[in-house]
């Protein structure tokens, strides 16, 4: 791509720069579901113990009352953590699948570390760009 390419999709950039001040090249999908099951099983732990000690409502015991409260506002806000990842995971296949990538052989944090440098580049060359015009503008008059 030259720069007179370069110029006619600066449109681009309304697209770009949303993107790219996020940090989603740092996260690995993976890693997110290994930490979102070891969430899921812990929380299954306390669900399973508070079952097993804590069934009785009536029990005047305010650590089984906590912990059931901590336990159903856990619950709800690890449904929403998994609909996010899953909401991320098809996210992350229909881009790869968008730019012809096999989403089998790249991690998620292997492909936004190649658009990020996509990113960066675009910036670069933005800014050449603009600064040429400057430099034009300037010779013109």
């Not at 909401?87 to 730019?99: G, I, K, S």
């Not at 603009?130 to 503008?137: A, G, N």
């Amino acid at each position: 791509m030259n720069w007179s390419d370069l110029q006619r999709h600066t449109g681009v950039g309304n697209f770009i720069y949303p993107v790219a001040e996020t940090e989603i090249f740092a996260v690995n999908l993976q890693d997110v579901n290994k930490d979102l099951k070891i969430l899921r099983d812990g929380l299954e732990k306390i669900h399973k113990e508070l079952l097993e000690y804590f069934t009785d409502p009536e029990a005047n015991d305010m650590y089984g009352s906590q912990m059931w409260g901590f336990y159903k506002k856990a619950r709800s806000k690890l449904d929403d953590l998994i609909d996010n990842v899953q909401n991320a995971e098809t996210t992350f296949l229909d881009v790869t699948r968008y730019y012809g990538e096999d989403d089998k052989n790249m991690t998620s944090s292997e492909f936004y570390g190649i658009f990020k440098t996509f990113v960066t580049s675009y910036k670069v060359g933005l800014s050449l760009v603009q600064s040429e015009r400057m430099l034009m503008t300037r010779i013109e008059m």
